[in-house]
């Protein structure tokens, strides 16, 4: 089944402590991009890459790092998180920044 | 930066009416404009799409208008039903290859029955 899969689902953490986000699909698709979603605000783009080794910055890349070391990962890291990174987190995956994306289920993340 | 603004945030319907909902961007190079619903909980996905060289598009009771020259393109929802009772979100894509893609603020829609 074609999926975008991230993890955790819900996650908790302290302020300062890094953590990482991981995505992954199945689709062979060359674009990933991350999105953090705040009520009122839609969803804005936090970093997006068009391929293996290329990554830019979205709207919104201050206080997290991404890699693609491979085509099918794409994980976020927020090295140091803090509350106003409290958000709900979407990765998605397409053919190209102007086709069809395909989303992952969502995190759930808080700091406290 | 380039935004895209979308209007109403929320909006309420009876069963059976027609909704639309409008929004306009800044980037006179966006050529995608795709619409996706986001029922509670959930994952947004894509309900319809349309690309710069079409002026509109319907997909049974979706509809999507794209107006370039004024900027702007709207979703039209006809016979609404509950299960279309979801946030909708506009987007279109930013720069010359469309390699961003900017989201609207959503809008809420309420089908009452």
């Known amino acids: 089944e074609a999926q975008v899969t991230q993890n955790p689902r819900y996650l908790i953490t302290v302020t300062g402590k890094k953590l990482t986000v991981t995505c992954s699909q199945n689709m062979n698709h060359e674009y990933m991009s991350w999105y953090r979603q705040d009520p009122g605000l839609g969803l804005r783009q936090i970093y997006y890459?068009?391929?293996?080794?290329?990554?830019d910055k979205g709207d919104v890349p201050e206080g997290y790092k991404v890699s693609r070391k491979e085509k099918r990962n794409f994980p976020l890291i927020l090295e140091s998180p803090s509350p106003n990174q409290t958000s709900l987190y979407f990765c998605?995956?397409?053919?190209?920044?102007?086709?069809?994306?395909?989303f992952g289920q969502g995190t759930r993340l808080t700091v406290v | 930066g380039e935004n895209v603004e979308q209007h109403p945030s929320t909006l309420s319907v009876q069963e059976g009416d027609s909704a639309v909902i409008k929004c306009t961007y800044s980037d006179s190079a966006s050529n995608y404009f795709p619409w996706y619903k986001q029922e509670l909980g959930k994952r947004p996905q894509l309900i319809i799409d349309i690309r710069s060289n079409v002026g509109e598009k319907k997909d049974q009771r979706i509809a999507v208008t794209l107006n370039k020259t004024a900027k702007h393109f709207s979703l039209h929802i006809t016979e609404t039903q509950p299960e279309d009772s979801a946030v909708y979100f506009c987007a279109a894509s930013i720069g010359g290859y469309g390699n961003k893609l900017v989201f609207g603020a959503g809008t809420i829609l309420r089908v009452k029955s």
């Open positions: 890459s068009m391929n293996v080794e290329v990554t």
């Open positions: 998605a995956s397409s053919w190209a920044g102007n086709t069809e994306a395909f």
